[in-house]
């Protein structure tokens, strides 16, 4: 069965240094993959997202995602993190049958 | 750009009242894709439309059903409300099917039942 997996449930950096959040997904077939981000009380806004080709993906706001099917794997990555990149990251992968599966999010704290 | 659009953005009901939610999509997109995402849970997908037709169901409970307009609008209605369907209420909307196509998401309802 497809699944999403984000390790971290909660991340705290400090204001301009890099981040990483975690994505592990589990699909039989070529997947396509998705990070959203979710600020507090609002919808979800799409970051990037990865259908084929070059598996290193750019996205808004200066957020990049690197597809690794070795390790079936979707690192979202931001060298340098602004408070108003506070929210909660999802991770979602492209079921084949029309719906995405979500992961549990990452929540992210930027400190001053 | 226009986006999907989702009314109304707060709902309080009763328990065992009806809910409608509406949904009007991005303007020629033909699929929608309704999402519930609990308190501190990540968005769950309940069911689908392509072309007026449903193309997919998930965790949708039989209290709630749903249906795509001739306009591809989308309607998520809801009844013997329980406190349990407190939520936020998530409408996206591509342009064909197939997981390969990026949704879009409206703002969301947030739904309470006292």
């Known amino acids: 069965a497809q699944s999403v997996t984000q390790p971290d449930i909660h991340i705290t950096v400090s204001e301009g240094a890099s981040l990483e959040l975690r994505c592990n997904y589990s699909?039989?077939?070529?997947?396509?993959l998705f990070w959203y981000v979710q600020s507090p009380g609002q919808g979800l806004q799409l970051l990037l997202k990865?259908?084929?080709?070059?598996?290193l993906v750019q996205g808004i706001k200066g957020f990049e995602a690197e597809f690794k099917r070795s390790q079936s794997s979707f690192n979202l990555r931001k060298p340098s993190v602004h408070w108003s990149d506070a929210a909660e990251y999802f991770c979602?992968?492209?079921?084949?049958?029309?719906?995405?599966?979500f992961g549990t999010g990452t929540r992210l704290k930027v400190l001053a | 750009a226009a986006g999907v659009i989702q009314s109304p953005r707060h709902l309080i009901k009763e328990k065992r009242e009806t809910a409608t939610l509406k949904c009007y999509p991005i303007?020629?997109?033909?699929?929608v894709y309704w999402y519930q995402q609990g308190p501190g849970q990540d968005p769950q997908f309940l069911i689908s439309?392509?072309?007026?037709?449903?193309?997919d169901k998930g965790s949708i409970p039989d209290r709630f059903s749903a249906q795509q307009f001739s306009d591809y609008h989308s309607e998520l209605n809801m009844s013997s409300l329980e406190l349990g369907d407190s939520a936020l209420y998530f409408c996206?909307?591509?342009?064909?099917?197939?997981?390969?196509?990026?949704?879009?998401f409206g703002p969301g309802t947030r739904l309470l039942v006292l």
């Open positions: 996206a909307s591509s342009l064909g099917l197939a997981g390969a196509e990026t949704q879009y």
């Open positions: 699909y039989g077939a070529t997947p396509y």
């Open positions: 303007p020629r997109h033909d699929t």
């Open positions: 990865y259908f084929s080709g070059d598996t």
């Open positions: 439309f392509y072309e007026k037709m449903q193309s």
């Open positions: 979602a992968v492209g079921a084949g049958t029309y719906k995405y599966i």
